[in-house]
C-alpha cells in the first residue's frame, strides 16, 4: 500500500502477494474498525513474479489514520486519508535540495542540530589547459558523491520550475526553512537560483558551457565536503551542455521575473547569448559528443557522456528561448528540428539525456494553436502520453514500467522514470483534460510511495518502509538517512550493466526479477543512490497533489 496515505476523492488500492480474500480497516488509535472489502485474484505479475490479490476501497473517504488487515495474511503499514497527506513528504523532497548544495555550510534540523562545514571552495582548473583556473564554487552535488554536471543540473532546475509553476500556493517564502527563508522570494525559488547561479560560473565569454565539474577520483563514501580537498577538473566546453543551459536559464528567467528581476535578467541575457552560440556553431562540438577523457586509473567521475545525437537537447533550447523572447526565427529553428527529428509514434522518455517531451510542451504551451505545427506536435504529445497510459494500464501494480529491456524496463533510475511519466501525463492532462492522465499520473505516484512489489517506500524520513541506507556521502557521514532522498528503485537492465555494483549484480545472478532487483544498501550505487533529478522529478509529480 501506499504508506503516507491517500486524498479522499482518490483511488485506493492494496495489493498482497498472498491469497487474501477480505480486508478490514481499522482507525489506528482507537482500533475500531471502519471499513470492510473484498479482494480478488488479479494474475501473475511476470515482473515481480509473484500472484496479486487486489483489494479497493475508495469509496471509503473518512479522514484519519488507519491500518488495513487482510485476514490470514498480516497488517499494513499506519497510513492516512486527508486534503494534505502529502504535505510533509513534498516538504522533505524539496528541502533535499539544500542538503546537497555545495559550498556553504548545511545546518541540519535533527535531534544532534548537525552542521556540515563548507567545502569544493577552491578554483577549478581547465582539463584541457591547466593554466586556467575559475571560480565555480556552489551548485548542488548531483548524486551521493561530489559532481556537478549541467545536464542534469539543467533537467533539474526545469523539474522544479514547473514543481513550482503546479503549486505556487504551496511552494511559497519560507516553505522549506532554508537561509534564504523570509526574504520575498518562494523558498523553491530561492533553491533553485542557487543552482542557476552556479551554472551561470560555467558559460565562457564567447556563449558555450562548460560540462562538469569533478575531482578526479570518486571520494571514499562518508567523506564529508570539507574533507575532500582534491583538485577540482573542469570539463568541455560541449554543444549539448550550452544548449541544456540555454532550456534552463531561458526558463529560469521567464519564471522569476515576477520574483527578481535582477536575476531574471541574469538568466535571460546569458540564455540568449548561449543561443546565438549554438546558433553560430550549428555542428556537434566536439564531433561525436561529449566523452571522458581517455581512460587512466582514475574514472573521471559520472556517467554523463552525451554522444549521438542532439537534435533534442537544441529543440528544447529553441522551444524555451522562443517561450522566453517569441522571436519567429527561432520558432523556425523549432520546427525545422522537430521535422528532422521525430520519433515515428516511437516513445522517448523524459529523463536528464532525453528532453523532447519537455520541448514539445513548452512550445504547446506559447505557440498559436492554430497553426499546422500546433497541431502536428500536440498529436506527437499525445502518443507519447498514451503509450504511458497503455503500459500502466497493462500492469497489475498500474506503474509504466515492465520488463529489463526497452522503453519502459526498470532500468537504472526507473524511479524517475516514473515520477517523470507522472508529470508528462500531468502535463497531457493540462492540455487535454482527459481524467485519464490525471488517474494515471496519480498511479504512479502510488508506485513510488509503497503500493509496489516490495512494500517498500522510495524515500527516506517517512512511512513504514522508507530508504534507510542510501549511497550517500552525507547519509553514510552521519550514520542515519537525510530525509527526503528518493531511491533510485528496482535495476533489472541486465545489458546495461552495473556500473560494477556488487550488491545489485547478486540479484541479478539469483535471477531476481527486474521489479524486485533492488536493495536498500549503501553499498548499491544502481539502485539506492540519491539523484538530483530523481528528486527533482518527483518533487515535481508529488506537487500537484498536494494542498
Request: aromatic content about 12%.
Amino acid at each position: 500500500m501506499n504508506q503516507i496515505g491517500y486524498l479522499p476523492s482518490e483511488e485506493k488500492i492494496v495489493y498482497s502477494s498472498e491469497a487474501a480474500w477480505k480486508f478490514i480497516i481499522r482507525n489506528s488509535l482507537s482500533g475500531e474498525e471502519v471499513y470492510s472489502g473484498t479482494m480478488g485474484y488479479s494474475g501473475l505479475d511476470d515482473d515481480t513474479g509473484m500472484d496479486i490479490y487486489v483489494g479497493d476501497f475508495t469509496d471509503f473517504k473518512e479522514s484519519g489514520s488507519y491500518i488495513l488487515e487482510t485476514e490470514g495474511v498480516g497488517e499494513s503499514y499506519p497510513f492516512s486519508i486527508g486534503e494534505r497527506v502529502y504535505n510533509d513528504a513534498l516538504t522533505l523532497a524539496a528541502r533535499f535540495f539544500y542538503l546537497q548544495r555545495s559550498g556553504i555550510d548545511i545546518t541540519m534540523d535533527d535531534k544532534n542540530s548537525t552542521v556540515t562545514e563548507k567545502g569544493h571552495l577552491q578554483d577549478a582548473v581547465l582539463w584541457d589547459a591547466q593554466a586556467v583556473k575559475k571560480d565555480v564554487h556552489g551548485g548542488w552535488y548531483d548524486a551521493g558523491d561530489f559532481g556537478r554536471y549541467i545536464p542534469t543540473a539543467a533537467f533539474s532546475v526545469n523539474q522544479l520550475l514547473y514543481a513550482f509553476s503546479i503549486n505556487p500556493q504551496f511552494h511559497t517564502d519560507g516553505s522549506l526553512d532554508i537561509p534564504e527563508s523570509g526574504n520575498g522570494i518562494p523558498d523553491l525559488l530561492d533553491e533553485i537560483k542557487w543552482e542557476l547561479s552556479w551554472m551561470l560560473k560555467m558559460q565562457t565569454d564567447e556563449g558555450s558551457v562548460y560540462h562538469k565539474v569533478t575531482t578526479l577520483d570518486y571520494p571514499e563514501m562518508g567523506t564529508v565536503p570539507a574533507d575532500n580537498s582534491e583538485p577540482l577538473f573542469i570539463f568541455g566546453p560541449t554543444s549539448s551542455d550550452t544548449a541544456y543551459f540555454t532550456a534552463a536559464l531561458a526558463r529560469g528567467a521567464l519564471i522569476l521575473e515576477p520574483y527578481d528581476k535582477d536575476f531574471a535578467y541574469r538568466c535571460r541575457t546569458a540564455a540568449l547569448k548561449s543561443y546565438n552560440w549554438l546558433k553560430e556553431n550549428p555542428n556537434q562540438f566536439p564531433p561525436g559528443g561529449f566523452q571522458n577523457p581517455l581512460k587512466s586509473k582514475y574514472p573521471m567521475q559520472g556517467g554523463y557522456d552525451f554522444i549521438g545525437s542532439e537534435d533534442h537537447v537544441r529543440m528544447w533550447a529553441a522551444a524555451e528561448i522562443f517561450a522566453l523572447a517569441g522571436e519567429d526565427e527561432v520558432l523556425n529553428d523549432f520546427e525545422k528540428l522537430f521535422r528532422k527529428s521525430k520519433v515515428n509514434g516511437d516513445f522517448v522518455k523524459m529523463d536528464w539525456s532525453e528532453p523532447y517531451g519537455l520541448a514539445l510542451f513548452a512550445y504547446l504551451n506559447t505557440a498559436d494553436t492554430k497553426g499546422v505545427l500546433y497541431k502536428e506536435v500536440l498529436e506527437n504529445f499525445k502518443k507519447q502520453a498514451d503509450l504511458i497510459v497503455d503500459v500502466s494500464q497493462q500492469s497489475l501494480f498500474h506503474t509504466a514500467l515492465r520488463g529489463r529491456s526497452g522503453d519502459f524496463a526498470y532500468v537504472w533510475g526507473s524511479n524517475q522514470v516514473v515520477s517523470a511519466n507522472g508529470l508528462e501525463l500531468l502535463m497531457a492532462y493540462a492540455l487535454f483534460k482527459n481524467q485519464i492522465y490525471l488517474r494515471t499520473a496519480y498511479r504512479q505516484l502510488q508506485y513510488l510511495l509503497g503500493s509496489n512489489g516490495l512494500s517498500k517506500i522510495f524515500l527516506s524520513g517517512i512511512g513504514g518502509n522508507p530508504v534507510e541506507y542510501p549511497h550517500h556521502n552525507l547519509s553514510i557521514h552521519l550514520k542515519q538517512a537525510v530525509g527526503g532522498i528518493v531511491g533510485e528503485g528496482p535495476n533489472g537492465a541486465v545489458e546495461e550493466g552495473s556500473g560494477g555494483d556488487m550488491v545489485l549484480s547478486k540479484l541479478w545472478n539469483k535471477g531476481v526479477p527486474p521489479a524486485l532487483c533492488y536493495e536498500d544498501n549503501s553499498e548499491s550505487w544502481a539502485t539506492n543512490e540519491p539523484t538530483i533529478d530523481a528528486n527533482a522529478s518527483f518533487t515535481a509529480l508529488l506537487s500537484y497533489f498536494a494542498r
